[in-house]
Every structure is written in structure tokens, then in C-alpha cells.
T-cell receptor, first 114, second 114 residues
Framework: AQTVTQSQPEMSVQEAETVTLSCTYD???????LFWYKQPPSRQMILVIR??????QNATENRFSVNFQKAAKSFSLKISDSQLGDTAMYFC???????????FGKGTSLLVTP | SAVISQKPSRDICQRGTSLTIQCQVD?????MFWYRQQPGQSLTLIAT?????????ESGFVIDKFPISRPNLTFSTLTVSNMSPEDSSIYLC???????????FGPGTRLLVL
């Protein structure tokens, strides 16, 4: 079974600074998908960024980028120029190529302070 | 992307009763998923619901407790039966669609069982 580990339960960052959230996973598959989801307080889960394992290039979405290290099974999320609205729980998720649903990590609670 | 709505958005129920949660998607999707998110926790998959077939339940979840219907490609229901306080959670509907088969989430149903 695939497992997803987020070793940072809580993090904080000052507005306009950069923060990196860690995620590692365990799988024997070669092709798979990785995701970062954001869940603001009492609000909907939304997709931040996704990465296909067969792509060597790291995904980027505006201020959000990933550092995907396939050999190390590491998938960290970097948030640049942090904004107050980035305050949320961030979940790393894995889906195998042959699987149907997502395996989630336990989440990292990010607080952006003024 | 997919636009997903859920009803009710929240409810407070008495133990021993049942609640049916509705999930509506704005496009036809093959795969729908139901997740549970207990307070302060990550998401756990309850079951996968494909139109025209029986739902597939994950370990620890049974059909008698969480019956699911999937009458068409845009709608599903999850019933939480014979509720106890341990069922107090957020229940999320999710679909997989679009580019790269990304998974999208509904706003969730917040359930409190007294």
C-alpha cells in the first residue's frame, strides 16, 4: 500500500516570505500522480498543483511550485510571496497509475502572519 | 474542472437516526468517491461509486452503515445509518475528471451527532 508522510504538522511564515512544505511517499509503482490540496478553514478542498511522475520537469502554478525528487520519493511544495489567504491546511496526496482514489498525508497547517 | 455541490452543507442529528447526503456534479463523470474527514484529521476514503455497479467499500466501511446510490453519471448519495457520535465528521464527495484525471472535491457536509 502507498503511504504519504507529511512530517510538519504546523508551520508559519510571514507575509511575502517563502515557505516549503515537505511530503514523502512510498510506492513500488513507476508511474503515478502527486497532488497538493489546500483546505482553508471551514472551506472547500481545492487543488493547488499536480505532478505526473513521468514528467521530469517540476510543476509550477503562479506562486506555487514543487520540487519533485522521484528517486528520493519526495514531493515538496514551495509557496513564494506568501499571502494571508494562503493560511490553510495543506494535504499531499498520491494516486497510483492503476489506482482509483487518492491517498492523503495527515496535512500541514500553514499560518501566514502579517 | 468540475463543479460539485452537496446537500445538506451541515446538520446536527440524534444518535440512532440516519442522514442522506446528496452530491451533484455539473458534468457526467464515471467515478465518484466519498471521503470522511474526522475533526482535525486527514481524508479517508469510504467508497468508490461507479454508475451502474455496486459501490466498492474500503476496509473498515460497510454497506449496511454507509449505503451509496449512484443512479446516473451526475449524482450520488451517501447515507450514514444508525448514527453515533463517532460519525461526527465532514463527508466529502469527489469526482475524477478532466485533464490528467485530476480529482475535485465538493464543499463537504459537516455532520454532528449528539
Amino acid at each position: 500500500a502507498q503511504t504519504v508522510t507529511q512530517s510538519q504538522p504546523e508551520m508559519s511564515v510571514q507575509e511575502a516570505e517563502t515557505v516549503t512544505l515537505s511530503c514523502t511517499y512510498d510506492t513500488s509503482e513507476n508511474n503515478y500522480y502527486l497532488f497538493w490540496y489546500k483546505q482553508p478553514p471551514s472551506r472547500q478542498m481545492i487543488l493547488v498543483i499536480r505532478q505526473e511522475a513521468y514528467k521530469q520537469q517540476n510543476a509550477t502554478e503562479n506562486r506555487f511550485s514543487v520540487n519533485f525528487q522521484k528517486a528520493a520519493k519526495s514531493f515538496s511544495l514551495k509557496i513564494s510571496d506568501s499571502q494571508l489567504g494562503d493560511t490553510a491546511m495543506y494535504f499531499c496526496a498520491f494516486r497510483g497509475n492503476s489506482g482509483y482514489a487518492l491517498n492523503f498525508g495527515k496535512g500541514t497547517s500553514l499560518l501566514v502572519t502579517p | 474542472s468540475a463543479v460539485i455541490s452537496q446537500k445538506p452543507s451541515r446538520d446536527i442529528c440524534q444518535r440512532g437516526t440516519s442522514l442522506t447526503i446528496q452530491c451533484q456534479v455539473d458534468s457526467q463523470v464515471t467515478m465518484m468517491f466519498w471521503y470522511r474527514q474526522q475533526p482535525g484529521q486527514s481524508l479517508t476514503l469510504i467508497a468508490t461509486a461507479n454508475q451502474g455497479s455496486e459501490a466498492t467499500y474500503e476496509s473498515g466501511f460497510v454497506i449496511d452503515k454507509f449505503p451509496i446510490s449512484r443512479p446516473n453519471l451526475t449524482f450520488s448519495t451517501l447515507t450514514v445509518s444508525n448514527m453515533s457520535p463517532e460519525d461526527s465528521s465532514i463527508y466529502l464527495c469527489s469526482v475524477r475528471t478532466g485533464k490528467g484525471e485530476t480529482q475535485y472535491f465538493g464543499p463537504g457536509t459537516r455532520l454532528l451527532v449528539l
